[in-house]
């Protein structure tokens, strides 16, 4: 038996009074009129940046206009063809350190609290938390109201070990003296592109 596997039996051992999970079928969960806008505007208040693509707009192009001084970009996605380093042939984590641009794709926005799912589609998840910048790309038809709805819809992909994150805006703390230190734990600034499907 594993050590997790005994620190479970003797959590179950020591239990006192059991619950009934809560029934969650009629919850009134919040939702908007134009779930994109409200997911724009909190991704905007919790300190990251979504811009709306028109349909057949350079992506490349459009990274390089918003990161002009990028020298290493890390995607594995295969339109984004200025990638110089791939999180997928990379020898290890590491080999990312000193990414300036990473960009991946999300699944769905949730308008709520601008949060995306992101599943691990790529052999070195860290390339999401070690870039200076992040890119999501997530079609703009994907977004859910709220969280009841996002729980739902999670998927994890089989090839990478059943990994996933939510991601939302820049990383950010106040632990020290108060002070708001971006990029402290991840990305120091994360722009959603919003694209046409």
């Given at each position: 038996m594993s050590s997790?596997?005994?620190?479970?039996?003797?959590?179950?051992?020591?239990?006192?009074?059991?619950?009934?999970?809560?029934?969650?079928?009629?919850?009134?969960?919040?939702?908007?009129?134009?779930?994109?806008?409200?997911?724009?505007?909190?991704?905007?208040?919790?300190?990251?940046?979504?811009?709306?693509?028109?349909?057949?707009?350079?992506?490349?192009?459009?990274?390089?206009?918003?990161?002009p001084d990028a020298k290493e970009i890390a995607s594995n996605l295969p339109e984004i063809t200025i990638a110089t380093r791939n999180p997928d042939t990379v020898g290890r984590a590491r080999d990312l350190n000193g990414t300036d641009v990473g960009v991946i794709r999300g699944k769905f926005g949730v308008a709520e609290n601008g949060c995306i799912w992101i599943p691990q589609q790529m052999k070195e998840k860290v390339v999401c938390f070690i870039s200076e910048n992040l890119i999501i790309l997530l079609p703009k038809s994907q977004i859910v109201n709220n969280m009841h709805e996002a729980y739902k819809r999670i998927e994890f992909d089989k090839t990478y070990d059943g990994y996933g994150t939510f991601i939302s805006g820049p990383s950010k703390t106040a632990d020290i003296a108060q002070v708001l230190v971006m990029g402290a734990q991840a990305a120091r600034s994360v722009t959603v592109l919003l694209l046409q499907e």
């Open positions: 997790k596997e005994d620190i479970l039996k003797k959590y179950r051992a020591n239990i006192r009074q059991q619950f009934d999970m809560p029934d969650l079928s009629d919850i009134n969960a919040i939702t908007y009129p134009d779930p994109l806008l409200q997911f724009m505007n909190m991704t905007k208040s919790v300190g990251g940046n979504a811009i709306e693509v028109e349909s057949g707009r350079d992506i490349n192009e459009l990274i390089r206009e918003l990161y």
